[in-house]
C-alpha cells in the first residue's frame, strides 16, 4: 500500500491512525499541500479531487479518508473500527462526521488560505473564525458523548474509554488529528471532560502516537 500524504493534515492523519490500529505497513509519500505538491500533473493524475490522502492498493487509487477508513475496516477483520451493533455503528459515525463534516469542512487549510489571500483576513481575525468554529463543533461533540453515555448506562452496556467503547473505532480515528489542530490554534477545551477522557486515552496507544505529525518523514515544526 502507498498512502499519499501530508504530516499536517488531520484526514490524512485520520488514515494513518487506522492503518497502525489495523497493523498495516504501508510507503508514505508525502504530498506537501502548501507547497501546492497536490496540483502537480503527476498527483493530479491519481487524484480528482486533489487532495489527501490517497491510497493506492491493489492497482486502485481510494481518496477521501473516510471512505479509505471504512474500506481498511471491511477488508481487514482485526481491530475493528465500528461496533457489531447498527445503533453502536451509527453513533460512531454519527460521531465521526461530526467532526469530518461539520468542523474540518470550515477549518481546512484551503479554507484557510482562501480567508486569507482572498478575503483579506488578518491572521488574527482567520484565527479567531477557527477557534469559534472549532469551540462550537466540539462542544456538539461533547454533548453528543454525554448521550452516547447515556445510552450505553440505559442498555447495561460498560462505560466508554474511548469514544465509544472499550476500543478505539473510526471516532477516535477522527477525534485525536482535530484535538492536534486545535492545539495549533490554541482552542480552550474547557467544559469538554469526555472528549479529552477520549483523547488522553488514544494518546496511550502506539498507533495514535506513532501516526502523530512529528512523527512523519516530512515533519516540520
Known sequence: MILHNYFRSSASFRVRIALNLKGLPYDYVSVHLAKGDHKLPEFAAKSADRLV??????GESLSQS???I???DETHANSPLLPKDAIGRAKVRALAQSISCEIHPLNNLRVLKYLVKELKLDEATKNAWYVHWC???LQAFERQLAGDAAYRAKHG???????YGSTPTLADCCLVPQIFNAKRFNVPFDG???????????MKLPAFQQAQPSNCPDFEA
Open 70 to 72: 471504512e474500506y481498511l
Open 192 to 202: 469538554l471532560p469526555l472528549t479529552m477522557a477520549a483523547y488522553d486515552a488514544c
Open 66 to 68: 473516510m471512505a479509505i
Open 53 to 58: 490522502p490517497l491510497l493506492e492498493i491493489d
Open 157 to 163: 452496556q460498560e462505560k466508554s474509554v474511548y469514544c
Open 135 to 137: 469551540v462550537e463543533g
